[in-house]
């Protein structure tokens, strides 16, 4: 498969920003009770539904990788960038990390019980958005539960810098029903979402959504 320049860009600028990215977002969560409100649900809903494994796509350095472990998921994690797999295996020795795209998984059909994507479609233009959904949809089992995180709103904004780096990276951000639709074209129904405003160090209101593949767990 020729690979998409925005798959290259974003590959590039997080293997540019991988080691400071990991050292700002160190110990965040901590001060976002919403968005941990929402990951506390993401554990229970597949706790409740038999475990099983769970997959982080998308995962940089593993935080929150290692946030979903420490609720008693069996969980690993993917990611495009080489040297945000490296710093994840460097900070979560006891985790699996591996390279990866999320629009082209190398995982079995129906073999995790969880997908989360937090934070990682947001790369990705609008219109490829239904093949990285559809591969969400492939790989959970029936009865599996996804978790999205995204920015909320409706534009592309480019950042040239950040993390104390130049970079090139898009930032697409989405309505929560965009969202919604793209899962439930799949076959995947909605059982809950989230908008909360924007924290001070954000610039615009986050958005968080939970699906369930039908089926029996
Ligand atoms: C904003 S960071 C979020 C990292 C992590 N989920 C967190 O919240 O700390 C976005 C991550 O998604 C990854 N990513 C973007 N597009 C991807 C794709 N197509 N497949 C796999 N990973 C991707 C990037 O490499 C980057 O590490």
Request: aromatic fraction near 8%; proline fraction near 7%; charge should be negative.
């Amino acid at each position: 498969m020729i690979e998409p320049d925005f798959v290259r860009t974003t590959r590039a600028s997080y293997d540019t920003v991988a080691v400071n990215y990991a050292e700002l977002l160190d110990g965040q969560l901590q001060n976002k009770p919403f968005d941990r409100a929402m990951l506390t649900a993401f554990a229970d809903v597949v706790k409740a539904a038999d475990g099983g494994p769970v997959a982080e796509l998308g995962c940089g350095p593993g935080l929150i990788t290692a946030h979903l472990h420490s609720l008693g998921l069996a969980i690993r994690g993917i990611d495009l960038s080489p040297k945000m797999v490296a710093v994840a295996r460097q900070r979560h020795p006891e985790l699996q990390f591996d390279e990866g795209s999320m629009l082209d998984l190398d995982l079995p059909d129906e073999s995790l019980r969880g997908v989360l994507a937090w934070y990682s479609i947001i790369h990705t233009p609008p219109e490829q958005l239904p093949v990285m959904f559809a591969e969400f949809h492939r790989v959970l089992a029936p009865g599996g539960h996804l978790m999205i995180a995204f920015k909320v709103g409706d534009e592309l904004r480019h950042l040239a810098q950040g993390y104390g780096h130049e970079i090139s990276l898009d930032v697409y951000w989405l309505s929560p029903d965009r969202v919604a639709e793209l899962a439930s074209h799949t076959g995947m129904v909605e059982v809950g979402r989230l908008v909360r405003r924007a924290d001070p160090d954000e610039k615009g209101p986050q958005g968080f959504f939970l699906a369930r593949k039908p089926g029996k767990a």
